[in-house]
């Protein structure tokens, strides 16, 4: 066994060179289906006695407005697809929650905590929190992302990852549209372009989330009440941040 004592360990990747072993794992027991999770890794093949070394570890407290990660968030199936890039065995891609977004990420094995946010559509400050990235497949030095928003067709981009030889800042990272979905329906595009995210934060830092019509599209709804307002429904799931942080 190459985890003994460790509650969790699940999608093992070898890098291309097979000198080093990768997994998400757990060392502390939990029960939810969803948790805050550890990467480890260690080099192969193993000696005896080896342990894994903690690359990433938990994430205990609230990330703060200006945090880009928060740690390894998510279900298990959201790192099926988690993988080394291209020929390194120094570099890790995977997909994480923050805040109820999905973002892709990219770990540097050899440096503890080290973990770049691949923002590839250039997204400044106030965009940070828009859209959701899913990490569809890698191939080599090549990732299929799926960028999606709530208002507007998802995209699937190639993203090509080049000078992986060197520090986890110096990765360039290059994306090609390679498809789109479309709305043909003009009436159908323009509800869908009203909607919007509204984000509610509570004085402990912790957020909530529900998507709505804008205000014109709201004044026209057929679900508006006597009184002006509409109904909403809240699902309470996960907490503080079972699900993500």
């Not at 070898?14 to 969803?34: P, W």
């Not at 981009?157 to 003009?186: M, P």
């Not at 934060?201 to 998507?211: C, I, P």
């Not at 709505?212 to 941040?241: C, Q, T, W, Y």
Request: glycine content about 10%; hydrophobic content about 30%.
């Amino acid at each position: 066994c190459l985890n003994a004592g460790e509650y969790l360990g699940m999608q093992p990747r070898f890098s291309k060179d097979y000198s080093r072993l990768a997994y998400i794992g757990s060392t502390d027991k939990f029960l939810a289906h969803s948790s805050n999770y550890q990467l480890k890794s260690m080099s192969w093949p193993v000696s005896s006695n080896q342990q894994a070394e903690t690359i990433i570890d938990y994430v205990d407290e609230y990330p703060s407005d200006d945090c880009h990660f928060s740690g390894l968030y998510g279900y298990q199936m959201s790192y099926l697809t988690a993988n080394f890039l291209g020929s390194s065995n120094r570099y890790y891609a995977f997909m994480s929650e923050f805040k109820g977004q999905n973002r892709l990420y990219v770990a540097d094995l050899e440096n503890k905590g080290e973990v770049r946010w691949i923002n590839f559509l250039g997204k400044t400050k106030e965009q940070y929190r828009q859209g959701e990235y899913g990490l569809l497949g890698l191939h080599g030095n090549v990732a299929i992302v799926r960028y999606s928003q709530c208002n507007s067709p998802s995209r699937v981009y190639a993203l090509f990852f080049q000078h992986l030889d060197g520090n986890l800042g110096d990765i360039q990272v290059e994306h090609v549209l390679l498809d789109e979905n479309k709305l043909h329906s003009k009436g159908l595009s323009e509800e869908v372009r009203s909607i919007r995210k509204d984000i509610v934060k509570l004085d402990n830092g912790a957020e909530g989330y529900f998507l709505r019509l804008s205000d014109e599209k709201l004044a026209k709804s057929p679900a508006r009440g006597e009184n002006g307002k509409h109904p909403m429904m809240v699902i309470i799931h996960g907490g503080p941040f079972g699900a993500s942080p």
